[in-house]
């Protein structure tokens, strides 16, 4: 499945014109995609969240490091899950 994506998200890339996700960058932006849906408790935030973070990592001299820095702040706004 995992190769799937990276085919997929590579060719996007591409036909964008943009620099391919690294796999570096592609764990940051699943994880962000995790605190974000599993913080609010709603799976749209994820998508919202992930494209925020790729503006600001746009940007950035540091993509992975952006994506990081986005996530951990993410994970402080968002409300700590309660206990099943």
Do not use: C, K, Q
């Amino acid at each position: 499945m995992a190769a799937a994506r990276n085919e997929l998200i590579s060719a996007l890339a591409e036909r964008v014109g943009i620099t391919p996700l690294t796999p570096g960058e592609i764990e940051s932006i699943l994880a962000l995609a995790a605190v974000t849906a599993h913080g609010t408790g709603d799976r749209t935030a994820a998508p919202l969240a992930s494209f925020l973070a790729g503006i600001a990592a746009a940007a950035a001299e540091n993509r992975t490091t952006a994506l990081d820095e986005i996530r951990r702040y993410a994970a402080e706004l968002a409300p700590a899950p309660e206990a099943a």
